[in-house]
């Protein structure tokens, strides 16, 4: 990476920080100290803003770093990222998105509390809502440390742990002063940069190749090693029949997470009304979906120009798979148009990670506050703030997502992203179900559907090759390894709601009615929702 690489991708990368930082400054002006405000930013901004920054939100590193290179190391079978985040969307829009706003106030605790006993539900749902985020935020990290390590021509380990350290600070300032106002303008900033930048990549592979799609494939399938298996099924996940049972569990967890990520959950309470909420996912789907069709593209691009071997020689799991890209498509290593594009690209991706990690970090510390602080606190202790709470809870969070970023640097990020898609489909997608849909549902049903699925999936993942037992393991010299999948949705996410069923059927508590009632009557029309 020659030195001019390097300056102009640091001065970008400034020029983002610093806007981002003066947006947080100026956000943190205004009144912060109410939790409406903090968690919420005051319930103002219109189905667009909101759209596009449930977007930001989501178009994660995963999307743009991680997809990308799956796809141009394995082909076909890393397009199942791609479908699964989509496709995910229409459960979003269909089952959750209107009745989650109407039920909650700021978490996905508040809509299960709507009709069970507040204590023991909050401490479950806030439990989970906090593992699904470190699990995500890891994955943001180590996507983090890739790219940085390549602009600044090494992969040496101090390079990605400086800056995994440094994204962790940024996103507590961001979240501890500037709360979800500036979190969403953050979002928003970034859905823009990063849809500019992919949609430039993407009009300039197909002019690459004189808009000859089929030209694009048989060239990457040559470039791959592998001629025409390269674009069928089963490269990563046709080898065996566990191989298989992996796509069908990653495919069920992308499918179903969504819908129980709780830092998309609160970008839900951010508009004013249910109908400004649905309309928030039909813009974000519209953006959503055309980013991913691009990210298809420019991953078969990577594979027909870079080459499968030089982005693996980069980064074993492909995360800088588009970076590199971007360098060929300006006009190579030296060349002042490959010093340009790489250098915005570079700074698209790190504003991705910023302001993703943002979302996450406060969506999770407003668990630690208004969930566990709330319901764990002594009776007749001096109350705390909640946002004092959820800002000294952010620093914890991020210390923690910290940690983990540093152990996880060599996996690939869209990977991460399925792990933690599969606990959020397991833990918290049944007891929203169950509270929303299920007249019959009880506290004890809804304490047992989350920590049903949460501790499987968080055993299975802990027991299963990615953490030992395989060459590409985090602790690749020690094998304990007992699950032979890679992603436990498969079995983790029916044994969710197979608990929660369990302990509804054997409670004691009879159901109450009339809470129920209330319960159906608030979501489907939004009488009295906050």
């Given at each position: 990476?020659t030195?001019?690489?390097?300056t102009t991708?640091?001065l970008?990368f400034?020029a983002?920080?610093?806007?981002?930082?003066?947006?947080t400054?100026?956000?943190?002006r205004?009144?912060?100290?109410?939790?409406?405000e903090f968690?919420?930013?005051?319930?103002l901004?219109?189905?667009l803003?909101?759209?596009f920054?449930i977007?930001?939100d989501?178009?994660s590193?995963a999307?743009?770093l991680?997809?990308?290179?799956?796809?141009?190391l394995?082909?076909?079978?890393?397009?199942?990222?791609s479908?699964?985040?989509?496709?995910?969307?229409?459960?979003?829009?269909f089952?959750v998105?209107?009745?989650v706003?109407?039920?909650?106030r700021?978490?996905?605790?508040?809509v299960?509390?709507?009709r069970m006993?507040?204590?023991p539900?909050r401490?479950a749902?806030?439990t989970?809502s906090?593992t699904v985020?470190?699990?995500y935020l890891v994955?943001?990290?180590?996507g983090a440390?890739s790219?940085?390590?390549?602009?600044l021509?090494?992969?040496?380990?101090?390079?990605?742990?400086w800056t995994?350290?440094?994204?962790?600070?940024?996103m507590?300032?961001?979240?501890?002063l500037?709360?979800m106002?500036?979190?969403?303008?953050?979002q928003i900033v970034?859905a823009v940069?990063?849809?500019?930048?992919?949609i430039?990549?993407t009009?300039l592979?197909?002019?690459?190749?004189?808009?000859d799609?089929n030209?694009l494939l048989h060239?990457a399938a040559?470039?791959?090693g592998?001629?025409?298996a390269f674009?069928a099924?089963?490269l990563?996940?046709?080898g065996?029949w566990?191989?298989?049972f992996?796509?069908i569990s990653?495919?069920?967890?992308?499918v179903?997470?969504?819908a129980?990520?709780?830092?998309?959950?609160?970008r839900f309470y951010?508009v004013?009304?249910?109908?400004?909420?649905r309309r928030?996912?039909?813009?974000?789907?519209?953006?959503?979906?055309g980013?991913?069709?691009?990210?298809?593209?420019?991953?078969?691009?990577?594979?027909?120009?870079?080459?499968?071997?030089a982005v693996?020689?980069?980064?074993?799991?492909?995360n800088?798979?588009?970076?590199?890209?971007?360098l060929?498509?300006?006009?190579?290593?030296?060349?002042?148009?490959g010093?340009v594009l790489?250098?915005?690209?570079?700074?698209v991706?790190?504003?991705t990670?910023?302001a993703?990690?943002?979302?996450?970090?406060?969506?999770?510390s407003?668990?630690?506050?208004?969930d566990l602080y709330?319901s764990?606190?002594?009776?007749?202790g001096k109350?705390?703030?909640e946002?004092?709470?959820a800002?000294v809870?952010?620093?914890?969070?991020?210390?923690?997502?910290?940690a983990?970023?540093?152990?996880?640097?060599d996996?690939?990020?869209?990977?991460?992203?399925?792990?933690?898609?599969?606990?959020?489909?397991s833990?918290?997608?049944?007891?929203?179900?169950?509270s929303?849909?299920?007249r019959?549902a009880?506290?004890r049903g809804a304490?047992?559907s989350v920590?049903g699925?949460?501790?499987?999936?968080?055993?299975l993942?802990?027991?299963?090759p990615?953490?030992?037992?395989?060459?590409?393991?985090?602790?690749?010299?020690a094998?304990?390894?007992?699950?032979p999948?890679?992603?436990?949705?498969?079995?983790?996410?029916p044994?969710?709601?197979?608990?929660?069923?369990?302990?509804?059927?054997?409670?004691?508590?009879?159901p109450?009615?009339?809470r129920h009632?209330?319960t159906?009557?608030r979501s489907?029309?939004?009488?009295g929702?906050?």
């Amino acid at each position: 990476m020659t030195t001019d690489h390097q300056t102009t991708a640091l001065l970008l990368f400034s020029a983002f920080v610093a806007v981002t930082l003066g947006i947080t400054t100026w956000v943190s002006r205004n009144r912060q100290g109410s939790a409406e405000e903090f968690y919420a930013g005051g319930r103002l901004f219109s189905p667009l803003e909101n759209g596009f920054a449930i977007a930001g939100d989501y178009m994660s590193a995963a999307s743009f770093l991680g997809i990308s290179g799956l796809i141009a190391l394995v082909g076909y079978d890393g397009m199942l990222y791609s479908v699964g985040f989509l496709v995910a969307w229409l459960v979003v829009l269909f089952l959750v998105a209107e009745l989650v706003r109407n039920c909650g106030r700021f978490t996905l605790a508040d809509v299960v509390a709507a009709r069970m006993r507040e204590r023991p539900v909050r401490i479950a749902a806030g439990t989970s809502s906090v593992t699904v985020s470190v699990l995500y935020l890891v994955a943001q990290m180590v996507g983090a440390g890739s790219l940085v390590a390549l602009l600044l021509g090494g992969t040496g380990e101090a390079v990605q742990a400086w800056t995994v350290v440094g994204v962790g600070a940024l996103m507590v300032i961001y979240v501890s002063l500037g709360g979800m106002r500036a979190t969403t303008w953050i979002q928003i900033v970034k859905a823009v940069l990063l849809l500019g930048g992919t949609i430039t990549l993407t009009v300039l592979v197909l002019l690459r190749f004189h808009g000859d799609v089929n030209r694009l494939l048989h060239t990457a399938a040559e470039r791959s090693g592998h001629g025409d298996a390269f674009l069928a099924p089963g490269l990563a996940y046709g080898g065996d029949w566990t191989a298989r049972f992996d796509f069908i569990s990653l495919g069920l967890a992308l499918v179903l997470g969504t819908a129980g990520l709780p830092h998309i959950l609160s970008r839900f309470y951010t508009v004013p009304t249910a109908r400004a909420a649905r309309r928030s996912v039909v813009w974000a789907i519209g953006l959503i979906g055309g980013f991913y069709l691009m990210t298809i593209v420019l991953g078969f691009g990577a594979a027909a120009l870079i080459g499968p071997d030089a982005v693996r020689a980069s980064h074993a799991s492909g995360n800088t798979a588009v970076p590199l890209l971007a360098l060929d498509l300006g006009g190579g290593a030296g060349t002042t148009g490959g010093t340009v594009l790489f250098a915005v690209v570079a700074a698209v991706a790190f504003a991705t990670i910023l302001a993703v990690v943002a979302g996450i970090t406060l969506a999770s510390s407003a668990s630690v506050a208004h969930d566990l602080y709330a319901s764990l606190r002594r009776p007749g202790g001096k109350p705390r703030s909640e946002v004092a709470v959820a800002r000294v809870a952010a620093v914890g969070i991020g210390v923690v997502a910290i940690a983990l970023g540093l152990l996880a640097r060599d996996l690939n990020v869209a990977f991460l992203v399925g792990l933690a898609f599969a606990v959020a489909a397991s833990a918290n997608l049944p007891v929203l179900l169950y509270s929303l849909f299920w007249r019959g549902a009880t506290t004890r049903g809804a304490v047992w559907s989350v920590y049903g699925g949460l501790i499987p999936a968080v055993v299975l993942v802990l027991l299963s090759p990615v953490v030992s037992g395989s060459p590409d393991s985090l602790f690749p010299e020690a094998d304990f390894q007992l699950f032979p999948l890679q992603n436990p949705g498969l079995v983790s996410i029916p044994l969710g709601f197979l608990a929660g069923w369990l302990g509804t059927v054997t409670s004691p508590e009879v159901p109450d009615e009339a809470r129920h009632a209330e319960t159906e009557v608030r979501s489907l029309t939004g009488a009295g929702a906050a």
